[in-house]
């Protein structure tokens, strides 16, 4: 494109100006990256932004050995190589500017600017090759919501397309120049890439795809992607030799092991296309330029019939009907199916741009944005924005393409026609940003306020979190301890804070709660990133299938527990259960399991455990004893297996000879339970005939009023504790 002299231009048009084109147009994108990111500079840490500070901390104390640290993330102790699924290079930067800057959010932030005005540039650059409004695009991809949001983290996402666009950049110029060294440089930075976000492997198969298509003479080119496959293999098989293991095939189980949860394979797919559709708004706002007035109709007509055959296909908690009817779950249907039909127009937009251009160019874009939208609805682990960011760059390249004819000349209307629709876009990823900011905000001031609560200052060390993300930074950093996921550290008395819309969230402790504290936390409050209860999960669609949501928003609710007797019980269960699990074949493990299920009044369930346990050690008399006793002693809306216990009692005392007093009184009930009354009197009397050289034995006031009962004609049934609701 060739630029305009100022001279043309007025003193009146510098709006004007950005979109005809000037000799200072990089400093133009360099500056709109810089003033669309600025407001969140002192956005607190948020999500996995605690994992990579924890290993550029980690990389401050030994450069050499980044994820030589264990953590809690998922409740348990692990390796930080087990938990990072990502390269260490951007916790490398972030190692270097926080011995810069310091730790401070704004710190932080601050030197993740760069990588985004790098993207700024870098997209300029490839604009300028392959459309003819390359300031445009570049402020299209800017204003995205994805791009917005990542840019306000502090993970590796910017970093690693920044090197993306770069390395592109390069191996283009390589070819134009014919020059070795900017080949080289690109393929040092796809290399980079890669050990940022492993994802940027797939740079090196597009640009061969490209490379072949347009250069007959490529062979010297060609063998430059060697590099970056070199330096990816010498970095894995350095990791390995630290860790035991390839990082890289970790990561690549940890997405197979994961697949599950996605879903289908065509309801993954679906939920691919409505986070391209919200992510990559753009496509919405100057979808009326691209399609002629029957096409938009036709997209209407789809709208509507995605809206009324959505309910059949998600489950949104309400019926049928209900869903059409309920205020919120018609906006929900509404921006799904809005969503959906954007994600498909930039499949559209890729097709429209190879039947028409057929060239090397739309070959790279058509592969770049294919091989993205493979990798998120197929290949990663979940479906989620981060990894869209990738392919912001060319689909605000196909827009251009697209509505090139329309922005020839410099006319208002063609101003109008560019600046309206990035002005809508635009507005719409400043309130998401907004939203993440304002989520992830509510964190950090939830942790602040525990830290300065009365209760929680005096008794520091009874204080236990269950969280994830950004709010587990804050935690650990104000001296609160992570809960190990088997709770066995907890007493009664102890305190547990885990927020509502989070991960990690200990469920069984609610049911024995002495005391439930809520407190509330502001977010925004028309729109959410993250809430499961709206449908929203921009960092995983297991979170919600849109990326961001319109609605009522509710604050943040955090909840302390206090532990109490029924909490502890519950936490008792949840270790002997997965005791086990883990020695099945152990009369011990099932014995005291199913104690403590009879002590929180799961009766039946207590009964199995001790039925099998008599099943491993048919010999063990005791077992059998205590499991007689529970069938004959059952409250009378329980009692079926009166005959079982009396046939087992008779087998108890058989065996050992009659002469054991526990044995007797067991035998007593059980007779009494069949309403042989008698000889449950006769029974009892023996019981307590053998013990009367020990009148202080634990059994004789039990025994003496038992006996008094089947004197009654009465059976004896114990008081077990009812079922946790």
Known sequence: MQAHPPAKLSSTSAVQSIFYGNWFDPWVCAVAALLSLLPFLSKAVHLDDTVFIYVAKQICQNPIDPFGLVI??????????????????????????????????????????????????GMFYLAKRLCDQPVLATLIMLVTPVFLVSGTTLMCDTLMLALWLWSVVLWIWSADRHSHGWAILSAVLIGAGIVTKYYAVAIVPLLLAYSLFRWHDVRWRVFYLLIPVAMVLAYDQYMSSLYGHSLLKGASDHAIEMAGAKGSVSYRIAVTLTFMGGCLAAILFYAPLLCSRRSLLAACGLCVLTALLLPLFLDLNVTYWSAMTNPQSLLFIFQFSIFLIGGAGILVLVGRDVLIRRDADCLLLGLWVAGTFFFCSIVNWTVNGRSLLPMTPPVSLLLIRGLSPLFKGQSRSSVFLKAVPLGLTAALAMNVAWADTWWANSARSAAQFFDSHGPFLDKRDNVFYSVHWGVQFYMDKLGFRALEANQSTLRLGDSVIFPAYNTNVPQQLLAGAKQAEHHLFPVHPFLATMRSAMGAGFYSNLGGPLPFVIGPVTPDRYTVLTVSDGTLQSIRIQQLEQDVLKNGNSVESRYQYGM???????????????????????????????????????PQEYQQQQAVALQLAQHINSTSGGQIAEFLDTLAAALAANRRYDEATATATKALELLKDDPRHELVQGIAERLQLYKQQQPHHEKYPMPAN
Do not use: K, R
Request: net charge negative.
């Open 596 to 634: 403590a299920l009879l002590a929180a009044g799961q009766i039946a369930d207590a009964v199995g455990q001790l039925e099998i346990a008599m099943q491993i050690d048919p010999n063990n008399l005791a077992i059998q004893n205590d499991l007689a006793w529970i069938l004959a002693t059952l």
């Open 72 to 121: 809690n993330w998922y409740g348990h102790q692990m390796p930080l190589h087990e938990v990072q699924q990502n390269g260490p290079l951007a916790s490398y930067y972030m190692a270097l500017a926080a011995s810069l800057l310091g730790w401070s959010e704004v710190s932080l932030h601050a030197a993740f600017l760069v990588p985004a005005l790098a993207c700024a540039v």
